[in-house]
């Protein structure tokens, strides 16, 4: 079991350029999500998913699409990026069903500059 | 607006000592809680989970759980250097799909 692997580990892109950061768990875990760490600032959701064909925003979408077409990956999509968006990205899942199944699991990051 | 205030730090405690990490969340309707601890540079790594009130223990780690007060709190016991790391409180309320996270708090245990 990988768990939950993102790729890139680091990206540095132009203002304005646009890319996409992959998400796969092989956990079977129907809710997927992204969030962004910026220093000091804690986890702000972005983006989540509970199930394949099914996304909302959170708390911070502004910049940001998804699409969830398979159980396993989730990919964010950034475009024209902005220096607002330099941060830390991570992609988390979790299990549905019972209280006991809320816990989610993080994957490595992807850290993010843009200049 | 959902939030869980955590004292940022740092919080430095000799080796051997217990850390006392707290967290106050404000939605009286939040039914999970969770520690996640996080190395510098790495990805957030859930710790404990605590549903009910009172103590939950897990080897060196105990949660604490205080609905009425609003209040959760994690107690490292015979702390160790490779305890110090950021540790983040998240809360989920009831029915709910995402979690809240704290700011965190950043441990140094001294050798």
């Known amino acids: 079991n990988a768990g939950v692997t993102q790729t890139p580990k680091f990206r540095i892109l132009k203002i304005g350029q646009s890319m996409t950061l992959q998400c796969t768990q092989d956990?079977?875990?129907?809710?997927m999500y992204w969030y962004r760490q910026d220093p000091g600032m804690g986890l702000k959701l972005i983006y989540y998913s509970v199930g394949a064909g099914i996304t909302d925003k959170g708390e911070v979408p502004n910049g940001y699409n998804v699409s969830r077409s398979t159980t396993e990956d989730f990919p964010l999509r950034l475009e024209l990026a902005a220096p607002s968006q330099t941060s830390v990205y991570f992609c988390a899942s979790r299990a549905r069903g019972g209280q006991l199944s809320d816990e989610q699991y993080f994957g490595p990051g992807t850290r993010l500059t843009v200049t | 607006q959902k939030e869980v205030e955590q004292n940022s730090g740092p919080l430095s405690v000799p080796e051997g000592a217990i850390a006392s990490l707290n967290c106050t969340y404000s939605d009286r309707g939040s039914q999970s809680f969770f520690w996640y601890r996080q190395y510098s540079g790495k990805s957030p790594e859930l710790i404990m989970s605590i549903y009910s009130n009172g103590d939950k223990e897990d080897g060196r780690f105990t949660a604490q759980l205080n609905k009425a007060s609003q209040y959760v709190s994690l107690l490292i016991r015979d702390s160790q250097p490779s305890d110090s790391a950021t540790y983040l409180c998240a809360v989920s309320g009831a029915g709910s799909y995402q979690l809240t996270f704290g700011k965190g708090t950043k441990l140094s245990v001294i050798p």
């Open positions: 956990m079977n875990h129907n809710y």
